[in-house]
């Protein structure tokens, strides 16, 4: 703290900014005062945008682009600038050096962590304090009331029934639920399936057998039931990119009688039958 005086004794005044190895304190001429050089030579201050290179221990780095005020702090296990002001939130993808008591907000998901060291303190680590594992991110959904039908016995994509999500994150799962609804014409008797397609592969159905079809679900019709061929399926697409999923159906056989989605029977307005609605939902799941 500044020493206020009127004038040293003989007129002895030095230059300001005298060697403090003559003196013990610098001579401010202007505020007629001396200034109190204890501690010259210190812990030293850096302005940067950037961390300063080999720290020693109570230095001081103040953050130009952001205005906060760091310390260089060794804990007795290792050393880390550290907030003046405290504890942080750091907000960035992915998880900083980090010191006792900070936070970081994972912005690819939303997750909230602080950084905790055991009260033995025999370990330090990054810890959940509001997760967003398990939560919904966005959800997307397409319905199709229109009908469409199959008749070759082979797999074609239905027009109208798919949804494209773009993930936030790699670790993203996709909840994909379909309603799938339909009859083959006339009340014939035969075997549909259905299938989910990711962009252009096959997901989501049982394993090659002979000639047994590769579905995600199969149904036959006996009578004048119709079919149900909805599934749901939690996906892992690794991906941040645009993805699209799409519904494919097949009846049985190019000999078997059509099957058409939205179709509940005949179309004589009798009242008896009707018209359906079939959808597929994605629901993006924070990993």
Request: hydrophobic share 35%.
């Amino acid at each position: 703290m500044p020493i206020s005086i009127t004038r040293l004794s003989g007129g002895n005044t030095p230059a300001d900014g005298s060697d403090p190895r003559t003196f013990p304190a610098i001579w401010n001429a202007t505020a007629q005062t001396l200034e109190d050089n204890v501690g010259a030579g210190g812990a030293s201050v850096t302005t940067s945008d950037t961390a300063p290179a080999d720290p020693a221990e109570g230095d001081m780095w103040w953050k130009s682009d952001d205005g906060k005020l760091f310390v260089y702090y060794n804990d007795g296990d290792s050393s880390q600038w550290v907030d003046a002001a405290g504890p942080s939130v750091a907000v960035q993808s992915t998880a900083p050096t980090g010191y006792e008591g900070q936070l970081w907000l994972d912005d690819t998901d939303g997750s909230m962590y602080v950084y905790y060291t055991d009260p033995g303190g025999g370990a330090s680590s990054w810890i959940g304090a509001v997760s967003r594992s398990g939560g919904i991110l966005q959800v997307v959904s397409t319905t199709k009331t229109d009908t469409f039908s199959v008749s070759d016995g082979s797999f074609q994509e239905v027009t109208g029934l798919s949804a494209t999500i773009t993930p936030s994150s790699t670790s993203s799962k996709i909840m994909v639920i379909v309603t799938c609804q339909g009859r083959a014409s006339g009340g014939s008797v035969a075997s549909v399936f259905s299938k989910l397609i990711r962009n252009s592969t096959d997901i989501n159905i049982g394993d090659a057998s002979g000639s047994d079809v590769q579905a995600s679900v199969g149904a036959y019709q006996a009578a004048l039931n119709g079919y149900d061929l909805g599934f749901t399926y939690l996906d892992s697409p690794a991906t941040t990119s645009s993805t699209t999923y799409k519904v494919a159906v097949r009846n049985e056989s190019a000999t078997a009688a059509a099957f058409t989605i939205n179709y509940g029977g005949d179309t004589s307005s009798s009242g008896v039958f009707g018209r359906l609605a079939s959808s597929i939902t994605l629901m993006e799941v924070a990993g």
